[in-house]
């Protein structure tokens, strides 16, 4: 069972960059897609982004040209990029598969946009 650690999180101004990591256990080479997952206050968690094994990338429309996820199958690391943050990027981040699986979610990393 692979188990996911999750860094990189804290305090940044509006505009600044943040990039958050995300470890893996074990291989991540044989989970056809990994994302990044985040839950802001009093909502539900939501898809920010996800990178197939062959190098296919997702975005939700409020980060596109924002973000920028990138995956090492060698090193079984999950790196999101975050640029130009926006207060509204305020939560949690967490890695997962896509879809997600219960067993793999960790404690995620929390960000905060603010000045």
């Known amino acids: 069972q692979v188990q996911f650690v999750e860094s990189g999180g804290g305090l940044v101004q509006p505009g600044g960059s943040l990039r958050v990591s995300c470890a893996a256990s074990?291989?991540?080479?044989?989970?056809?897609?990994m994302g990044w997952y985040r839950q802001a206050p009093g909502k539900q968690r939501e898809l920010v982004a996800r990178?197939?094994?062959?190098?296919?990338?997702y975005y939700k429309d409020s980060v596109k040209g924002r973000f920028t996820i990138s995956r090492d199958n060698t090193e079984n690391t999950v790196l999101l990029q975050m640029n130009s943050l926006k207060p509204e990027d305020t939560a949690v981040y967490f890695c997962?598969?896509?879809?997600?699986?219960?067993?793999?979610w960790g404690k995620g990393t929390l960000v905060t946009v603010s000045s």
């Open positions: 997962n598969a896509w879809p997600p699986r219960v067993d793999y």
């Open positions: 074990g291989s991540i080479s044989s989970i056809l897609f």
């Open positions: 990178a197939s094994s062959g190098g296919n990338t």
